[in-house]
């Protein structure tokens, strides 16, 4: 008679058990279904005695489970209330920066699965969960904290790009290596204000961004509004703070990751010993770049919906409605509105093809009683949309697509 899975791995557990060999390992479980955190402690029960499954729906719960008992690894979702991954991932990195943590992720932007990867997650999983491949992921976790004893902590630039992507309004404070701290305050996913020390606005922005191995936390907001000092979009900021960085270890062969701060703000830097003093630059990841590229598009969106102040959603999709970049004045769901473009523009194909005879819609601008939609085809395959209030006119929003259209050419390459 064939075995099923859980009876082979049951049947491990059990030899390993009889010969002395296996020590408990704490996983902890983080998600707001119930349905999904039952199945999986079912399905673990096969693993008694080797992986002690602990589960939580939401951040909050997830904490004070992690403050009580020592854990392993955490494989957590990103979409859930009072605390969402996001904020878990910073507690995680400022608290137990050690834990190796997997993300289960149902259907995120590419941009924000760049920036998730890049901030030093051990894997990431699809929903919907497959429970052999989370088997697996959960054994390569925890071999790999067996191995390496710790993880390096979040990058800054990666965090503040997930904060502005999710139009996050936060306070993060960021600690390095040598317990010296600053804050960054995000309104909207807007980077409005920044301090280290005696620094100030982007001067303390760009410092922090240079710090490596650092701890993040989230703290409470104030009371009050805090007032703007930084009107740069982030790309910006980031590019320079990275071409800092660069020139400093050329120039100097400075090892960012010991580095020291006055409080001034100014490093106090450490030369590195050793054959290779000074670092060769590398050429970004098709991850890294494509973040980027997301990045600009994001400021060039949210620069043109401040002018225009009509706009509600400005999104770039494929043409299978896949998510690339968009800024959301409104709070609407990007995501969906990208998959609604791209089935707005496919539903007009085929009667167009009888009228016409083409093959190919290049922009529609459609009505409704209260709005205005407009998609065009910017490239192959890529489709540029905007929904405006029902006060525009079909000539103004021609003319925001041909400017939004004429910013992005750069990009588009």
Known sequence: ???????????????????????????????????????????????????????????????????????????????????????????????????????????????????????????????????????????????????????????????????????????????????????????????YDASFGDLKGQDAAVEMITWENVRLNFKNLPGKRIKQRITTGLMSILMEASKNKDEAREEYGIDFASMTHRRDGSPEIIFRRGDNLIEKRTKPSGAEETGRKSGKMADLFRETADRARDIMIICLADMDGK???????????????????????????????????CDKVREAIVRTDRRWVACRCLAKDVYLGIMVGEDCTPGRIQRLLDEIASAMAGLMN
């Open 1 to 191: 008679m064939c075995k099923t899975f859980f009876q082979i791995c049951r049947d491990r557990v059990s030899a390993a058990l009889a010969q002395g060999k296996i020590m408990l390992n704490n996983v902890l479980i983080v998600d707001d279904e119930s349905s999904l955190l039952f199945s999986i402690e079912t399905g673990f029960a096969a693993f008694q005695g080797d992986i002690k499954i602990f589960t939580a729906k939401n951040g909050k719960a997830a904490v004070q489970i992690l403050e009580s008992i020592a854990m392993d690894l955490v494989v957590t979702d990103i979409r859930m209330p009072q605390m969402d991954g996001f904020e878990l991932l910073a507690y995680l990195s400022s608290r137990f920066p050690e834990i190796p943590v997997v993300v289960m992720s149902a259907c995120e932007p590419p941009d924000i699965v760049a920036q998730i990867e890049a901030m030093g997650v051990l894997r990431i999983l699809e929903k919907p969960i497959h429970f052999k491949e989370l088997v697996h992921t959960v054994q390569e976790g925890l071999a790999y904290a067996a191995q390496q004893g710790s993880l390096s902590g979040i990058s800054v630039d990666s965090f503040l790009q997930l904060i502005e992507m999710e139009e996050k309004t936060c306070l993060l404070e960021v600690r390095d290596q040598k317990r010296q701290k600053g804050l960054f305050y995000f309104y909207k996913g807007q980077l």
């Open 323 to 357: 998510f690339i970049a968009g800024h959301s004045p409104t709070g609407m769901e990007m995501s969906l509105f990208a998959a609604r473009m791209a089935d707005i523009m496919d539903m007009l194909v085929e009667p167009m093809e009888e009228v016409s005879r």
